[in-house]
């Protein structure tokens, strides 16, 4: 199986469909960085509902030994930095992105890059989704933001067009 590092979003969107377990059955591990953490507990403290971080087993926090300096200037949330610096450290490793700033510099480093459509696009592959209309309905109920072309581009991988 795969490894990989997720940002706020993904964790926030899954868990939000109660789709947030499909991140333990696609990968044998899966981080998140210190900064994503701080961002779903202020997150609860606010009053959202949010995952919490320590409820999942599977999930681990992990600091970045390092921030490239150059990157701190870009508009990139800390959780979104910190992320990828983690998986700059663990270059084979995916990175589950959904903004779109941070995907094209994690591509630019040369990072395999996931989003949470992804996510949902590998679990119905591997049976663990039924179907993908009503989930990427309930993803743009949740607050993503899914174009009707995204939307309908998804349900034709998935075979549902």
Same mark, same amino acid.
């Given at each position: 199986?795969?490894?990989?590092?997720?940002?706020?979003?993904?964790?926030?969107?899954?868990?939000?469909?109660?789709?947030?377990?499909?991140?333990?059955?696609?990968?044998? +591990?899966?981080? @998140?960085?210190?900064?994503?953490?701080? !961002?779903?507990?202020?997150?609860?403290?606010?009053?959202?509902? /949010?995952? @919490? /971080?320590? =409820?999942?087993? *599977?999930?681990?926090?992990?600091?970045?030994?390092?921030?490239?300096?150059? *990157?701190?200037? &870009?508009?990139? $949330?800390?959780? !979104?930095? %910190?992320?990828? &610096?983690? +998986?700059?450290?663990?270059?084979? *490793?995916?990175?589950?992105? =959904?903004?779109?700033?941070?995907?094209?510099? +994690?591509?630019?480093? $040369?990072? %395999?890059? *996931?989003?949470?459509?992804?996510?949902?696009?590998?679990?119905?592959?591997?049976?663990?989704? @039924?179907?993908? @209309? &009503?989930?990427?309905?309930?993803?743009?109920?949740?607050?993503?933001?899914?174009?009707?072309?995204?939307?309908?581009?998804?349900?034709?991988?998935?075979?549902?067009?």
């Amino acid at each position: 199986m795969l490894e990989a590092i997720t940002n706020t979003s993904p964790l926030l969107y899954l868990y939000r469909i109660g789709q947030i377990e499909l991140l333990s059955r696609l990968f044998d +591990a899966i981080i @998140t960085a210190p900064a994503v953490n701080l !961002e779903l507990l202020e997150g609860s403290r606010r009053g959202y509902d /949010v995952p @919490t /971080v320590n =409820d999942y087993p *599977w999930l681990r926090i992990k600091q970045p030994e390092n921030i490239p300096s150059e *990157w701190l200037v &870009s508009d990139l $949330g800390r959780g !979104e930095l %910190e992320a990828i &610096s983690l +998986a700059l450290e663990r270059p084979k *490793w995916i990175i589950i992105l =959904d903004d779109g700033l941070a995907r094209r510099i +994690a591509k630019a480093a $040369g990072l %395999e890059v *996931w989003g949470t459509l992804r996510i949902l696009l590998e679990g119905k592959r591997l049976g663990y989704l @039924t179907e993908m @209309t &009503s989930v990427v309905d309930a993803l743009r109920q949740s607050g993503m933001w899914i174009s009707e072309d995204i939307r309908r581009r998804i349900l034709i991988l998935a075979g549902e067009a």
